[in-house]
Nanobody, 119 residues
Framework: QVQLVESGGGLVQAGGSLRLSCAASGSIFKINDMGWYRQAPGKQRELVAAISSGGIPNYTDSVKGRFTISRDNAKNTVDLQMNSLKPEDTAVYYC?????????????WGQGTQVTVSS
């Protein structure tokens, strides 16, 4: 089994910063993409940032220039540095990791961590 454990959420004022971390553990042979989704109350879950196994990042437009995703393949971790936070960034943030299962990849999820940005 593969488990993802997140940390680093909390309450911050607008303009502040937070760093989210996610560590994957268990029977891991390889991880393909890793990343972060978020879900605000009453809204659909949206992809915030993703990073390939080769370190190529991808961001949703609303966080470009403010968020930075990084990963450590040796430690099976993915981090999300969030700067210049806005109230609209308030959401539960979920990390994920795509692990191979046969010829397909299975998306594993963390339990979620709350990020609240006050105005």
């Amino acid at each position: 089994q593969v488990q993802l454990v997140e940390s680093g959420g909390g309450l911050v004022q607008a303009g502040g910063s937070l760093r989210l971390s996610c560590a994957a553990s268990g029977s891991i042979f390889k991880i393909n993409d890793m990343g972060w989704y978020r879900q605000a109350p009453g809204k659909q879950r949206e992809l915030v940032a993703a990073i390939s196994s080769g370190g190529i990042p991808n961001y949703t437009d609303s966080v470009k220039g403010r968020f930075t995703i990084s990963r450590d393949n040796a430690k099976n971790t993915v981090d999300l540095q969030m700067n210049s936070l806005k109230p609209e960034d308030t959401a539960v943030y979920y990390c994920y990791a795509d692990t191979p299962t046969g010829i397909h990849y299975l998306r594993r999820w963390g339990q979620g961590t709350q990020v609240t940005v006050s105005s």
